[in-house]
């Protein structure tokens, strides 16, 4: 979803939530994009069969190999799914893309620590 957007990445912000959100009960994780045909729904104790290399490389494209693009992009994708919300608590800062959504999360109240980081936005 972040990709569709990256054109509005003046607008947005990533934020960052504690890894304490797998306690809640009924969170789920998934190994790829919930919506994905091939997703598994998993429990947060069977985090460790993640393929953590795929989910958070900096690149999916597999030029050749066209396969690889479709599986990997849908990896980058994978979720947890929390029921109803996030409390507030369970957020431990934000990504920007720059210093301009640093002071507008600022101004907006936001007082969480505030990472800079133009990758995470495609840039």
């Known amino acids: 979803m972040l990709y569709k957007r990256k054109d509005e990445a003046a607008k947005l912000c990533i934020l960052r939530v504690s890894t304490e959100i797998r306690h809640i009960d009924g969170v789920v994780i998934t190994d790829r994009n919930a919506s994905s045909d091939y997703v598994r729904f998993l429990h947060p104790s069977q985090a ?5 290399d795929a989910i958070f490389a900096a690149d999916w494209r597999h030029p050749n190999d066209p396969i690889g693009y479709y599986r990997h992009r849908s990896q980058k994708c ?10 507030p608590r369970f957020l431990t800062g934000a990504y920007a893309v720059d210093d301009g959504v640093v002071s507008k999360l600022k101004g907006a109240g936001f007082n969480l620590p505030i990472t800079v980081d133009p990758v995470m936005f495609f840039r």
């Open 78 to 87: 994978a979720e947890v799914l929390v029921p109803h919300c996030v409390e």
């Open 48 to 52: 460790d069969i993640l393929n953590y």
